[in-house]
């Protein structure tokens, strides 16, 4: 069992930052991928950025550039760094695991076997 809780959502303005993160408890294999999805009132989740054990990361278009996903293997945390915020990152947010695994070409939610609980965003213009 992996247990995994968000904490650094808030409200920003246009063009703010957050840095979201994620902390990761309970076991994990030395293979894995963790990711970052958001969903928005009255639309679909979507991938926003995951990384894996080799380090190696992929990003949605609507971000890349903007955002960047990162790990602390010592303190098992996942963080998520959002610059240039736009209205439409206003979501919530939550980090995903999939241990043992290794991420798939493109994010897809049902990978993912351990969820956190999200951490909201808003982005005023």
């Known amino acids: 069992q992996v247990q995994l809780v968000e904490s650094g959502g808030g409200s920003v303005q246009l063009g703010g930052s957050l840095r979201l993160s994620c902390a990761a408890s309970?076991?994990?294999?030395?293979?894995?991928?963790m990711g970052w999805f958001r969903q928005a009132p009255g639309k679909e989740r979507e991938g926003v950025a995951q990384i894996d054990s080799d380090g190696s990361t992929t990003y949605a278009p609507s971000v890349k550039g903007r955002f960047t996903i990162s790990q602390d293997n010592a303190k098992n945390t996942l963080y998520l760094q959002m610059n240039r915020l736009k209205p439409e990152d206003t979501a919530m947010y939550y980090c995903?695991?999939?241990?043992?695994?290794?991420?798939?070409?493109?994010?897809?939610?049902?990978?993912?076997?351990?969820w956190g609980q999200g951490t909201q965003v808003t982005v005023s213009s």
């Open positions: 995903a695991a999939d241990t043992p695994g290794f991420c798939m070409r493109t994010m897809v939610g049902h990978q993912f076997g351990y």
């Open positions: 309970g076991h994990t294999y030395s293979s894995y991928c």
